[in-house]
Structure formats: structure tokens, C-alpha cells
């Protein structure tokens, strides 16, 4: 995908996890393997409540 120039950090961030997230079939414990991150964080990066 080509993500459009005016992106913030974050907004870049969030895209970034959610293309991992797709190339780990949603699995977070793999994506946040990948990203080097906890899953709560990620969960946390996401907006998400931890599961």
C-alpha cells in the first residue's frame, strides 16, 4: 500500500501495526513479536482493551 505524505507519527504507527497485524492473520502475540513490543502495548497503540 502507499500511504498518502501528510501522515502524522502516529497516524504512520497505527498504519505500520495494522500491516503487520494483517500479515500475522490478526495473531497479536506474533505482531508484537514482529514490532519488538508487548501485546498490552500494542493493544494500548491500537486504542484497543486488552484481551
Known amino acids: 500500500d502507499n500511504l498518502p505524505a ?3 507519527l ?3 504507527e497505527s498504519e505500520y ?3 503487520v ?3 500475522c ?3 497479536y502475540v ?3 513479536e514482529i514490532l519488538g513490543i508487548n501485546k ?4 494500548r497503540k ?3 482493551p486488552n484481551k
Open 6 to 8: 501528510n501522515l502524522t
Open 10 to 12: 502516529d497516524e504512520l
Open 17 to 19: 501495526i495494522k500491516h
Open 21 to 23: 497485524l494483517k500479515s
Open 25 to 27: 492473520d490478526d495473531n
Open 30 to 32: 506474533t505482531a508484537a
Open 40 to 43: 498490552s502495548t500494542l493493544y
Open 46 to 48: 491500537l486504542g484497543k
